[in-house]
């Protein structure tokens, strides 16, 4: 079997190209940069260098495939962010009619059910509709949870004002979230097995959880055991990105998605789909992962 992953040496895509290597496959992995893809191409796997925005590039490099790995990568400077994100949703759609691959698990996310109000994952709404549009395709819709990742944007507010927050706040086990690790795992049993058929959707977490917990947890974790979550107003929340060094564009798009956290419906759906079995990693584990990217940071 021969396996096509976007994403390069991201943190789904590299333990994915991994499993699918030590399970004795041959496995293609896109990138833009032939260095940052080293410790993979060492590892077996074979390169192919080019851009997602390239529908000839993907046409020719899919060609090979019995089954690829679709993600999005981000781009911070895009215009209009969403439009962004569906045009290359079209790109995959046209290299896979092009090429004639028959299966394809399409990395998404929560709240992919929203044609509009979600930010950038609305963007990934356009991105799935655009692969939907395929006949005779299988194709299997990956819906992570929102990532503990993301909460490592907090070090520098917990540092300077002593608070975690967002302009959002969830209540106890109302707030599905994840772990790129647990997400690999599920893209390489879909990809293994590859029983998917039509088109479909799978929601993936690690935990559910509070954003109060969050807090607790991470604050005992770094010797803050009275940290607190504090919601603030969109446009606090979106100040504060600007001043991060993130552009309008993306502050205000991800103010509207911590706007459908909040509501409850970015993850309404989640909710009618919930996932039978969960991945391994759990709030305590990240937060000792948080700990030491914490007490690294200046």
């Known amino acids: 079997m021969n396996y096509v992953i976007t994403g390069g040496a991201g943190n789904i895509s590299a333990p994915l190209i991994r499993s699918l290597l030590a399970a ?3 496995v293609t992995v896109i990138g833009r940069n032939a260095d940052n893809l080293k410790e993979l191409t060492q590892a077996g796997a074979t390169a192919a260098i080019g851009s997602v925005e390239d529908v000839v590039f993907l046409t020719k490099t899919f060609k090979e495939a019995d089954a690829i790995y679709t993600m999005i990568p981000p781009k911070w400077d895009a215009d209009q962010w969403k439009k962004y994100i569906g045009s290359i949703g079209e790109n995959f759609a046209a290299a896979i009619k092009g090429s004639k691959v028959k299966h394809v698990v399409n990395l998404s996310s929560v709240g992919a059910h929203m044609p509009d109000g979600c930010g950038p994952v ?11 549009t395929l006949q005779g395709v299988n194709i299997l819709h990956l819906r992570p949870a929102y990532f503990y990742q993301n909460l490592l944007s907090n070090i520098g ?14 209540g106890n086990n109302q707030f599905p979230i994840v772990d790129p690790s ?3 795992a599920v893209a390489f049993e879909e990809l293994i ?30 010797g803050k055991p009275d940290l607190k979550w504090v919601q603030f107003p969109d446009d606090q929340a979106q100040q504060g990105m600007l001043q991060a060094g993130l552009s309008k564009e993306v502050a205000v798009n991800y103010t509207e998605m911590g706007n459908a956290l909040h509501t ?8 009618k789909n919930r996932p039978a079995a969960f991945g ?15 007490a690294a940071s200046k």
């Open 122 to 132: 609305s963007g990934l709404y356009l991105a799935e509709r655009a692969l939907n």
């Open 157 to 170: 507010l917990i540092k300077h004002a002593g608070i975690m927050g967002g302009n959002f706040s969830i």
């Open 280 to 294: 391994k990693v759990k709030l305590g584990d990240f937060a000792r992962v948080f700990a030491a990217i914490y």
């Open 24 to 26: 004795g496959k041959r």
């Open 193 to 222: 097995s590859l029983k998917f058929t039509g088109h479909s959707v799978r929601y993936i977490a690690s935990d559910e959880i509070s954003t109060d917990a969050i807090a607790q947890t991470i604050g005992s974790a770094i």
């Open 182 to 184: 647990d997400i690999a």
């Open 264 to 271: 409850g419906k970015m993850t309404e759906d989640y909710w």
